[in-house]
């Protein structure tokens, strides 16, 4: 299938799952689940670079998994900064610009460090936004935002009537990257699980039954597809967005 080119979306978030099952399948540890998914996130990054997407973000590890086996957190960080390490030269070599979001200050200094360098490294690139969630959960970043505009109240740098979306959306982590359009979703569950909740607003949402260690980049085509076959209304009707469109 060729990469569709019309009507891409800007910006796609990814809710990676699947990786205990596809391993749970196959006889083997659940860490080698993470490990082929960590094989498809560097397909799908690359697949999104050359496709033209402006950002991809992805859901790597949430708030709530630090209560997963004390192993396999440990396992996964030990993943993350392999990751870190061994693709600095393929982000840096396709002006990809690395972000996170998440309380990142949680992670172990051998995962932070690495993280930080590469932010710093590819703070000028263009190409595309590499956003890593990483201790990331949706209603966290919500109430830090909540924070953020409640302290420049009380310092009198705006006023109360000045709380609004776009202020908002402005303290949260993912200011700076295109509105949200896309999220998709492997391995057939249909929710969010605290992943971009405000952002997600008008996103288009892609479920797929295909688990994350096999989602490469024929299954993101196929999200691309039926992405680009959907009528966004942004609440208004038909008639409008048609009338909006021919303009
Ligand atoms: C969900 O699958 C996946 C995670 C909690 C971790 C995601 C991590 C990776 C894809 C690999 C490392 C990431 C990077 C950026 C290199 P699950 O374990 O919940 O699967 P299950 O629901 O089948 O048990």
């Known amino acids: 299938m060729q990469s569709p080119e019309k009507d891409l979306p800007r910006h796609v978030a990814i809710i990676m799952d699947g990786n205990g099952r596809w391993a749970k399948r196959r006889g083997l540890p659940r860490i080698e689940g993470h490990r ?30 630090w209560d997963r086996p004390v192993e396999e ?39 932070r460090e690495p ?33 953020r505009l409640i302290e420049r109240v009380q310092t009198g740098e705006i006023r109360i009537q000045d709380v609004n979306a776009l202020s908002f959306g402005e303290a949260l982590s993912t200011n700076g990257l295109p509105p949200l359009d896309l999220v998709i ?31 490469r980049r024929a299954e993101l085509f196929e999200a691309l597809a039926t992405y680009q076959g959907r009528e966004r209304r942004f609440g208004l009707t038909s008639e409008q967005i048609r009338l909006i469109a021919s303009k």
């Open 36 to 65: 082929r998914g960590a094989d498809s996130v560097r397909d799908i990054t690359r697949a999104s670079r050359e496709i033209g997407l402006q950002a991809l973000t992805l859901y790597a590890f949430s708030s709530q998994n």
């Open 73 to 111: 957190v440990r396992l996964l960080m030990a993943l993350l900064r392999d990751y870190l390490v061994d693709e600095r030269a393929e982000i840096l070599d396709n002006n990809i610009r690395l972000t996170s979001i998440g309380e990142v200050s949680r992670l172990p200094d051998f995962v």
């Open 115 to 147: 993280l930080d360098e590469l932010k710093a490294a590819s703070a000028g690139n263009t190409g595309m936004t590499l956003t890593l969630a990483l201790s990331y959960g949706g209603r966290e970043a919500i109430i830090d935002a909540t924070k």
């Open 185 to 215: 979703r492997t391995s057939g569950e249909q929710r969010l699980s605290n992943f971009l909740l405000w952002e997600v607003a008008y996103a288009e949402l892609h479920f797929t039954d295909t688990l994350w260690p096999d989602f």
